[in-house]
């Protein structure tokens, strides 16, 4: 569920704080390809990671979450980034532009580096670890908060959707949804991983996968361009609220595996 980056983001985690050992959570970065590299965007950030840079012979990812420990970082964060809102990335840059790209990244803000993976061939996924042009300050968005936003969201878009008429459910549309849900790789989350956290990770992946469908060729009743805009208008408070909910979801998870360690 998810994307690429949440499962780095909860599963170095669950690593660098005890929780989980390394073959697990390399294996967990499996769901997303069969193989992985990872480079440096720039000169600097391969000799603070000890990685290439790009266009050289790649890393492992074993070699990154080496680097993640004797560097010290404790703070890794899902940003979800869409244009119009780039919070949480420190700025513009090339770690911006990947992360828009990819519509997603892994922020260590303690570190000043942001980590994007992209799709570079089928079943092989590339990480690029990027300077962060200027220091972020986290956003903290609580579980129970991003969970009612997510609520309150589906209400009003229903009630939006439905007031334009664009609503209509077109015919299979329930097995389209299961289809797509079926479809999207199902990685392992570490033990302990707080279940509330899982719980709307889910719902979102489902709210999301709905707004998938929406978005599809054949939008159901809207028949003009000024009623694609208007469907697309009454979606986006939905699809903002499902990212907050993916982050807030992933975040609190880091957060737990965190806290653990430090009363233990």
């Not at 697990?24 to 391969?46: C, I, P, Y």
């Not at 007031?163 to 990685?187: M, T």
């Amino acid at each position: 569920m998810c994307c690429p980056s949440a499962t780095l983001a909860v599963w170095s985690s669950a690593w660098l704080h005890g929780a989980a050992a390394s073959d697990n959570a390399l294996d967990a970065l499996l769901a997303w390809g069969e193989a992985h590299e990872v480079v440096a965007a720039d000169r600097a950030s391969a000799d603070t990671f000890d990685l290439p840079v790009t266009g050289g012979f790649p890393a492992q990812p074993a070699q990154l979450l080496g680097a993640l420990r004797r560097l010290g970082a404790t703070d890794a964060r899902l940003v979800l980034p869409v244009p119009g809102d780039v919070r949480g990335l420190g700025g513009g840059g090339a770690f911006t532009d990947a992360a828009l790209r990819a519509g997603e990244a892994v922020v260590f803000a303690g570190l000043g580096h942001g980590i994007v993976p992209r799709a570079i061939a089928e079943g092989l996924v590339r990480w690029t670890v990027y300077p962060m042009v200027a220091e972020t300050v986290p956003e903290y968005v609580g579980l129970a908060e991003a969970e009612h936003g997510l609520t309150d969201a589906i209400r009003d878009s229903a009630g939006a959707l439905k007031a334009l008429d664009v609503a209509s459910e077109r015919p299979g549309v329930r097995a389209e949804l299961s289809a797509r849900l079926r479809s999207r790789p199902a990685p392992d989350w570490p033990p302990g991983t707080p279940g509330r956290a899982l719980r709307v990770l889910q719902r979102a992946e489902e709210v999301g996968a709905i707004l998938a469908l929406a978005h599809a060729d054949e939008p159901g009743g809207a028949l003009s361009a000024s009623a694609a805009t208007r469907r697309a208008d009454a979606l986006r408070p939905l699809a903002d609220a499902v990212r907050t909910a993916r982050c807030a979801a992933v975040n609190e998870a880091v957060r737990v595996f965190a806290e653990q360690a430090n009363r233990s």
